[in-house]
C-alpha cells in the first residue's frame, strides 16, 4: 500500500475552518450563533473534522469568519508561504503599473493568521518539549 498518498497533500477543510477561527479568537459558540438557529457548539466541532465542507456552507463561514472561501479549500502552511511569496511579487507588479484596483488587505489579514499560526505552533513544541524535559 505505498501509492502516492503521501505524495498528494489532502487539504482539510474542517481543519482550516478550526485554524483560522482559533486565530481570529472565535469560539465555536460565536460562529454556530454567526450561522443561524441551525446550528450549535457541537455541530461546529463535528464540522471542524469534516475534510470536505459544502461551497455554500463554506461561503456562510467566510461571510461569518470574513476569510476568502479559498483560504478554506486551500491552506496548507507549505503552500501559504508560496502563495503568500507570489501575490507579494504581483502585488508590487500591479502597484508599479498603476493599478487602483489592487489591494493589500487581504493579504495582510492572511499574512497576519499565518503568523499567529506558526507562533501558536511554536507554542505547542516548546511546550510539549517542556512536558518531555519534565517525564525524564
Known amino acids: 500500500m505505498t501509492h502516492s498518498n503521501a505524495m498528494e497533500k489532502k487539504i482539510h477543510e474542517g481543519r482550516n475552518v478550526k485554524r483560522f477561527r482559533e486565530m481570529l479568537g472565535i469560539k465555536q459558540e460565536m460562529l454556530a450563533y454567526e450561522l443561524g438557529d441551525d446550528w450549535n457548539q457541537k455541530k461546529i466541532s463535528i464540522l471542524e473534522t469534516k475534510e470536505t465542507i459544502d461551497v455554500p456552507l463554506l461561503q456562510q463561514i467566510s ?6 472561501v479559498e483560504a478554506f479549500q486551500n491552506f496548507d502552511e507549505e503552500q ?3 502563495i503568500i511569496s507570489n501575490t507579494f511579487q504581483e502585488g508590487s507588479v500591479a502597484n508599479n503599473s498603476g493599478s ?5 488587505n487581504p493579504l495582510e489579514k492572511v499574512m497576519e493568521l499565518f503568523e ?3 507562533a ?3 507554542e505547542k513544541v516548546e511546550l510539549m ?3 518531555l524535559e519534565k517525564m525524564k
Open 63 to 68: 461571510a461569518a469568519l470574513k476569510i476568502p
Open 80 to 82: 501559504a508561504v508560496n
Open 100 to 104: 487602483l484596483n489592487y489591494t493589500f
Open 116 to 118: 499567529r499560526l506558526l
Open 120 to 122: 501558536s505552533e511554536r
Open 129 to 131: 518539549k517542556e512536558i
